[in-house]
């Protein structure tokens, strides 16, 4: 990949797209993971404003540190940066004892744990009407276009995609040129949604580069009986996960009412 030219493209072409659009720049959450540390670095190269949030729920301290760091980085970098705190916590606790009970908690885990990035992106157009701002998605190709990795009108809703024709591999490629900090690249990917320390690996039953594998294996027309061992059993993760959440990469499902019934 030709990382510097790959950049300025993403850069031009946001510029370009909220120039367009009349908007005075872009709002981002700041998880602290490579893929919003990289998207929001982006956006700041473009030298309209960038407002970071940092929403909080119950979140472990090492990913709140890691994205205050990351926060006053750009900020040192970029002179069109400001951040917000803004702690949902109260409002996911909040939300929680507003719902029936349930019998056995573990039931509801998968919906609450959307229900937190559902939160978040409530939060960031809230930020955006308020300031003629773009949200910007930080999904890359993998994520929003292999295994459907992320929360339906939650950080899947998004005004644009800057990242989302970029493997892992070349997010991690772009993190690098751009100097984003050591402990962002280093740290496992996590999605943050479940109050503890598993990452996006232990969900997903592989890894990134194992997926980026899996998915250039589908594009060419590979099946699962050409591989054995690991390999099998990546492939066959990818395509279960790819298969099961299509519902999520393809358009909303109109019906349409045939012209004699009108």
């Not at 998968?110 to 308020?130: G, K």
Request: proline residues 3%; hydrophobic residues 40%.
């Amino acid at each position: 990949m030709q990382t510097e030219k790959v950049i300025n493209h993403i850069v031009n072409w946001l510029k370009t797209y909220a120039v367009n659009a009349k908007m005075d720049g872009f709002v981002i959450g700041i998880s602290g993971g490579i893929d919003s540390a990289v998207t929001s670095a982006l956006c700041a190269k473009t030298g309209l404003d960038l407002l970071c949030l940092e929403m909080p729920i119950h979140q472990a301290p090492s990913q709140v540190s890691r994205a205050y760091n990351h926060i006053s980085w750009l900020k040192e970098n970029f002179q069109s940066v400001k951040k917000i705190d803004v702690n949902l916590t109260p409002v996911f606790d909040s939300m929680i004892d507003a719902l029936p009970k349930v019998e056995k908690e573990e039931d509801r885990f998968m919906s609450l744990a959307n229900a937190r990035a559902r939160l978040r992106m409530t939060t960031l157009y809230y930020f955006a009407a308020l300031n003629k701002y773009l949200v910007a998605g930080t999904g890359n190709k993998v994520e929003d276009f292999g295994v459907g990795f992320y929360t339906k009108y939650g950080d899947g809703g998004v005004d644009l995609s800057p990242i989302a024709d970029l493997m892992k591999s070349e997010v991690y490629q772009i993190a690098r040129h751009l100097g984003i900090n050591k402990e962002i690249i280093e740290a496992a990917p996590t999605d943050g949604l479940w109050g503890d320390d598993r990452t996006d690996e232990d969900q997903l039953g592989a890894s990134y580069d194992e997926l980026e594998w899996a998915m250039k294996m589908t594009e060419k027309g590979k099946s699962s009986s050409d591989f054995s061992g690991r390999q099998q059993v990546v492939f066959n993760i990818y395509n279960r996960l790819n298969k099961a959440n299509q519902h999520k990469m393809m358009p909303i499902p109109v019906c349409e009412i045939p012209t004699e019934l009108k």
